[in-house]
């Protein structure tokens, strides 16, 4: 006995009825649901679909696809961490290396100066709630997708968290720590202003290149992304 088309669609409101929300992973599931369940039918042909495929889930224990899903992630995460160093590792390369000696230079300069706290502060924190802003907009256009991939979720969803806690957590510092930065000594001048540097940079990519590059990027990780 083989599963329908209509058994397939209702594999996949399946997975996604137990917290499955991604398209690739759903997708996964739903394969190893359907051929398990047909190889159940082999073993005992008088079950319903209802019966085979249930049965098939308990296999996934009481976690159910928990135990996938956070697999799947880690996966997805080291994928999403190669593609940030590799579009890093671009600015410290010519030509894009100029403009990163230009930022790292700006900030050397300004780290100097007497109102360098002040300029500090307000560079961060624009940063971070521009972060913000891009996340919670393309939130909610992800919403309205019916499919959504896991590393596309990345990209477009969470790609600014990192970026995004570490400046929350540069702002704390400098506020606990009272710095004043044009005091401190050529160690942590040099510190804070490649800290700042590599701040823009890495926000930079996360909120434009890799947006813009995921159509290629996500066609290059799932072939079915076209086809979707």
């Not at 990519?205 to 590059?213: A, D, T």
Request: hydrophobic share 45%; charged share 25%.
């Amino acid at each position: 006995m083989k599963l329908t088309e209509i058994h397939i669609e209702e594999l996949y409101k399946f997975t996604k009825k137990h917290y499955v929300e991604h398209y690739d992973v759903q997708t996964e599931l739903v394969d190893h649901l359907a051929n398990d369940i047909e190889q159940i039918w082999v073993e005992n042909p008088s079950l319903s679909f209802e019966e085979a495929r249930d049965k098939s889930f308990k296999k996934f224990g009481i976690f159910g696809f928990m135990d996938v899903i956070e697999a799947k992630q880690k996966q997805m995460s080291k994928k999403y961490t190669k593609i940030l160093f590799k579009f890093i590792k671009e600015w410290f390369r010519l030509p894009k290396i100029i403009i990163t000696a230009t930022i790292f230079i700006t900030f050397y300069t300004v780290i100097q100066s007497h109102i360098s706290k002040g300029i500090v502060f307000t560079t961060l924190l624009f940063v971070a709630s521009y972060e913000m802003y891009l996340v919670w907009k393309r939130r909610k256009k992800l919403k309205k997708e019916e499919k959504v991939f896991l590393l596309e979720s990345m990209i477009k969803q969470t790609s600014a968290g990192f970026t995004t806690l570490t400046l929350i957590n540069a702002l704390n510092f400098i506020n606990i720590a009272d710095i004043e930065f044009n005091k401190l000594s050529l160690f942590w001048i040099l510190f804070w202003a490649l800290l700042l540097t590599l701040c823009i940079i890495v926000s930079y990519i996360v909120n434009v290149i890799l947006p813009e590059k995921s159509e290629e990027l996500l066609e290059e990780t799932y072939p079915e992304y076209k086809i979707s």
